[in-house]
């Protein structure tokens, strides 16, 4: 059981800005990156776009594997513009 948190433009395609997910413990990052885009179709649109952190650390969306503990946060971060 791990914490989402959605940021930006990611809460808005969601709607939340928070969920927890059932997802095993050992994980590669692109399946948990699947994961929470099975729940949120319209993530694929900014797939390209996010920065993904586990436990407040960035991760690249690839095969490196994860070992999540109960209640680890995973943020997701899309490209912030300022003005």
């Known amino acids: ?7 930006a433009k990611s ?4 709607g939340v800005h928070s969920e927890t997910i059932f997802v095993p413990q050992e994980i ?3 399946q948990l990156w699947k994961e929470i885009e099975n729940r ?8 390209n776009q ?3 952190a586990v436990r407040q650390e960035y991760v690249e969306l ?3 594997l994860l070992l999540l503990q109960p209640g680890d946060e995973i943020a ?8």
């Open 1 to 7: 059981m791990v914490e989402v948190l959605y940021f």
């Open 11 to 14: 809460a808005e395609i969601t």
């Open 28 to 30: 590669k990052a692109l």
């Open 40 to 47: 949120h179709r319209g993530l694929a649109d900014i797939r």
């Open 50 to 52: 996010v920065i993904f």
């Open 62 to 64: 690839g095969d490196q």
């Open 76 to 83: 997701i971060i899309p490209p912030i513009s300022g003005g």
